[in-house]
C-alpha cells in the first residue's frame, strides 16, 4: 500500500537518472560531445519530419528525448546482486529478463532492473543492465580463489543507504527528504574510484585471464560503465560520431534500419582509458563509454525466433573481425538477410510476430459511423474504430550486449564456454526474474479488453 506522504518511486527513478547523468556528464567529457551530437542530429531530423514530433508526442515520448533511457554496472558477488536488487526496489525497478552472455564468450549473467507498467514507463524508463560476474566460468582455481577473496572484503554500499533501504522495506516507501538521501547515498555506489584496490601485478594477472575480471574485481565498486540516450536517428549518429573522432564501434548491433522498426539497435563510443593508482603507481584503464540506441516493436517468441536466426545466418556468413575492417560486408549481408522479415505493421500483426496495442477511436472521428458488435474484433479495427500502435521494446539484446561488452573491455582473455544458467543467478539475486514477453502479452490483452469495452462492445470478441 502507498502512503500519502511517500515519495512515488517514479519520481525517486526520475531523481536518480538526473544525478546520474550530471556525475557522468562531469566524469567522462566524451560523454558531453556524444550528447550533443544527438542532440544536433534529433533537432535536424524532426526538421525533416513534421509528423514525426505529433507522433512522438502522442506516444509520450517527446518530452523524454534526451533523456538517458539505460545505463549498465556489473557486480562480483551473488550478495552484490541482491543488495542492487534491493536498492532498485527503492526506484520501482525491477528484475526483467534474463540474458547469458557466456554463450557470446563474456564471463557474466544479466538481467535489466526496469519499471514494469506503462505509466511507470512513461513517467521515467531509465533502467540498468545489471551483469553477475562468473568466477566459475574461470579455469585458473588460483586466481578464482584470489578473485573470491578480494570481492568478500569490499562493501558496495554506504552504511546509510542500506539503513534507507530497510527503511523502504519496513514502511513501504519513503519520504521526501529520505528519497533525496537515498539518491545522494545510492551515487556513491556507481561512482567512479580512480584507485585501485590491488597492486598492478594483480590486476595485469587479472587482465590477462580475462579483462572483465579485472574490471569488476580491482576497483571499490561497480562504476557506471555507460549511460545511453536515445537517437532518433542511429545511423547518423554513428557516421557523426566517426566524423568527429569519438571511435564508435564498427557496426550498429541489432536489426538493420527499416521502415518499421523492430527490438533495439545500439552503439557506443569505445572506453577511453583513464588514469588510476595501483597500491604504489600509477597505470591505466579502459571502462567508461557512451552509447545510444533506438527502439523498436517487441516482438513474440515467434518473431523473435525468426530475428535470431537471421542474425545467426549474418554472423555465419560474414562475422565482424575484431578489428571491424570488414563492417561495411557485415551491414549489407545484415540487410539483405532481414528481407525475409516482413516491415509493414499489418504483415507483422497478422503472421503474430510483434506486439500491438489497441486504442478505441472515438466515435466522431471515426470515418464509419457507429460501431457494430456485429463486426467482431477485426472488423472494428478494418472500420476504423481502433487503433493498432506497435508496443515498445523495453528490453536488451544479448547478442547485441556481448558486442557492446567486447568492443569496451578490449582484446585478450580466456575463451569462455557457453553455460547458462538462470537458476543460479535467480539464487543469487534471491528473486525470480520476470518474464518481458508476458509483459508484452498483457499490455496488448489489456489494451485489447480496455478498447472492446470502451467500444461498449465486450460481446463483439469473438476472437476474430
Ligand atoms: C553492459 C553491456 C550491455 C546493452 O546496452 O546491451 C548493455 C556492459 O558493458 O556492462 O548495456
Ligand atoms: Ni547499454
Redesign the pocket.
Known amino acids: 500500500m502507498t502512503h500519502a506522504s511517500f515519495a512515488s518511486t517514479d519520481t525517486i527513478r526520475a531523481m536518480f537518472s538526473v544525478a546520474m547523468s550530471r556525475m557522468y556528464r562531469s566524469e567522462v567529457p566524451r560523454y558531453r560531445d556524444m550528447a550533443q551530437i544527438v542532440a544536433e542530429i534529433d533537432a535536424k531530423t524532426l526538421a525533416g519530419d513534421f509528423a514525426l514530433e505529433e507522433r512522438l508526442k502522442r506516444d509520450g515520448r517527446f518530452d523524454l528525448l534526451g533523456i538517458e533511457r539505460?545505463?549498465?554496472?556489473?557486480v562480483g558477488t551473488p550478495e552484490e546482486l541482491s543488495g542492487v536488487r534491493r536498492l532498485f526496489a527503492v526506484m520501482g525497478m525491477s528484475p526483467v529478463g534474463y540474458y547469458d552472455l557466456s554463450a557470446a564468450g563474456v564471463p557474466?549473467h544479466?538481467t535489466a532492473f526496469r519499471p514494469v507498467t506503462d505509466e511507470a514507463l512513461r513517467r521515467n524508463p531509465f533502467r540498468i543492465?545489471t551483469?553477475l560476474l562468473r568466477l566459475e566460468l574461470i579455469a585458473d582455481a588460483d586466481l578464482r580463489r584470489e578473485a573470491a577473496t578480494i570481492l568478500a572484503r569490499r562493501r558496495i554500499f554506504t552504511p546509510r543507504c542500506l539503513q534507507l533501504i530497510e527503511t523502504r522495506e519496513r514502511n513501504g516507501g519513503l519520504d521526501e527528504k529520505e528519497a533525496h538521501e537515498f539518491v545522494a547515498q545510492a551515487l556513491e555506489t556507481f561512482r567512479w574510484h580512480g584507485e585501485a584496490t590491488v597492486s598492478a601485478m594483480v590486476y595485469d594477472a587479472f587482465r590477462k585471464t580475462h579483462p572483465l575480471i579485472a574490471d569488476v574485481v580491482c576497483f571499490k565498486g561497480p562504476h557506471i560503465?555507460?549511460l545511453?540516450l536515445p537517437s532518433l536517428d542511429i545511423d547518423a549518429v554513428q557516421r557523426s560520431m566517426a566524423a568527429q573522432g569519438l571511435n564508435p564501434k564498427a557496426i550498429v548491433?541489432g536489426p538493420p534500419a527499416r521502415a518499421h522498426p523492430i527490438l533495439l539497435r545500439?552503439t557506443s563510443f569505445r572506453a577511453i582509458e583513464e588514469p588510476i593508482v595501483f597500491a604504489g603507481e600509477r597505470g591505466a584503464h579502459a571502462a567508461r563509454f557512451g552509447?545510444i540506441?533506438q527502439r523498436g516493436v517487441a516482438l513474440t517468441a515467434k518473431g523473435r525466433a525468426l530475428y535470431d536466426r537471421l542474425l545467426a545466418a549474418t554472423n555465419a556468413a560474414a562475422p565482424v573481425a575484431s578489428d571491424g575492417s570488414n563492417a561495411d560486408r557485415y551491414m549489407a549481408e545484415l540487410g539483405r538477410q532481414f528481407i525475409a522479415f516482413p516491415d509493414d505493421d499489418a504483415t507483422l500483426r497478422a503472421q503474430g510476430l510483434a506486439f500491438f496495442r489497441y486504442l478505441p477511436v472515438a466515435e466522431s472521428s471515426s470515418r464509419r459511423g457507429a460501431p457494430s458488435l456485429a463486426d467482431g474484433f477485426e472488423g472494428l479495427a478494418r472500420t476504423g474504430h481502433i487503433r493498432i500502435e506497435p508496443i515498445l521494446y523495453e528490453d536488451?539484446?544479448p547478442v547485441?550486449?556481448a558486442g557492446?561488452?567486447q568492443s569496451?573491455?578490449g582484446e585478450g582473455g580466456q575463451s569462455i564456454a557457453a553455460n547458462a544458467n538462470r537458476a543460479a543467478f535467480e539464487e543469487a539475486l534471491g528473486a525470480r526474474v520476470v518474464d518481458e514477453l508476458a509483459l508484452y502479452a498483457e499490455a496488448e490483452a489489456s489494451s485489447r479488453a480496455a478498447t472492446l469495452e470502451a467500444l461498449g462492445s465486450k460481446g463483439a470478441d469473438s476472437g476474430a
Do not use: D, K, M, Y
Open positions: 539505460h545505463g549498465a554496472i556489473r557474466v544479466s543492465f551483469s560503465n555507460h545511453t548491433e545500439q552509447e540506441e536488451f539484446l547485441s550486449a557492446i561488452f569496451n573491455l
